[in-house]
């Protein structure tokens, strides 16, 4: 059966950078997108962007261009989003997303999130 | 880019129907498809309508998805309603560079 099983949380201080893992299993790993989406406390979904685990290739929302980095370790079936100099508005659990490698696909599994808390 | 609006909330007794609407504030909301999920407290979403009107296996079909062009809107409506359908529900979309679009979510209460 299809997991994704994400990274336990984080607390980080103001500037610092956050690597969040998503690993996949029960399916090929290379043959969907990886998305990640974000969702502040008592807020909405927000996308991040979303890596093609095959090809390396991103796409990112303009909003985190510059501070998001998403990759991915094909020999141990693993997705990363790492974002750099956090703020206290970064606090959110972030959710990896499984869609399949055409445009607009909708995600059929989601992982079970990491809280990320920013903070001094 | 483009926007979806939802409504902040909305409630009903239990077996009756609910529709929740989705406006796209620019572009046509036929030119691309839209997803609906579903999130109960503390849980990760999960798919009840994709590419507009489609079902996941498992979702039962009293939830059902359409578009409207003429309000330029997208719903969800959700009949004989029970009370495990209280939850957040998100509409979900994409643009021409495959960037991924939320509208701000509708919290459904069911009393």
């Known amino acids: 059966q299809v997991q994704l099983v994400q990274s336990g949380a984080e607390v980080k201080k103001p500037g610092a950078s956050v690597k969040v893992s998503c690993k996949a299993s029960g399916y090929t790993f290379t043959g969907y997108y990886m998305h990640w989406v974000r969702q502040a406390p008592g807020q909405g979904l927000e996308w991040m962007g979303w890596i093609n685990p095959n090809s390396g290739g991103t796409n990112y929302a303009q909003k985190f261009q510059g501070r998001v980095t998403m990759t991915r370790d094909t020999s141990i079936s693993t997705a990363y989003m790492e974002l750099s100099r956090l703020r206290s508005d970064d606090t959110a659990v972030y959710y990896c997303a499984r869609s399949r490698r055409y445009s607009g696909s909708y995600y059929d599994y989601w992982g079970q999130g990491t809280l990320v808390t920013v903070s001094s | 880019n483009f926007m979806l609006t939802q409504p902040h909330s909305v409630s009903e007794s239990p077996g009756k129907t609910v529709t929740i609407s989705c406006t796209r504030s620019s572009g046509s909301i036929a030119s691309n498809y839209v997803q609906w999920y579903q999130q109960r407290p503390g849980s990760s979403p999960t798919t009840v309508i994709y590419?507009?009107?489609?079902?996941p296996s498992g979702v039962p079909d009293r939830f059902s998805g359409s578009i409207d062009s003429s309000s330029n809107s997208a719903s969800l409506t959700i009949s004989g309603l029970k009370t495990e359908d209280e939850a957040d529900y998100y509409c979900q979309s994409y643009d021409s560079s495959n960037h991924r679009v939320f509208g701000g979510g509708t919290k459904l209460t069911v009393l």
């Open positions: 590419e507009d009107n489609q079902r």
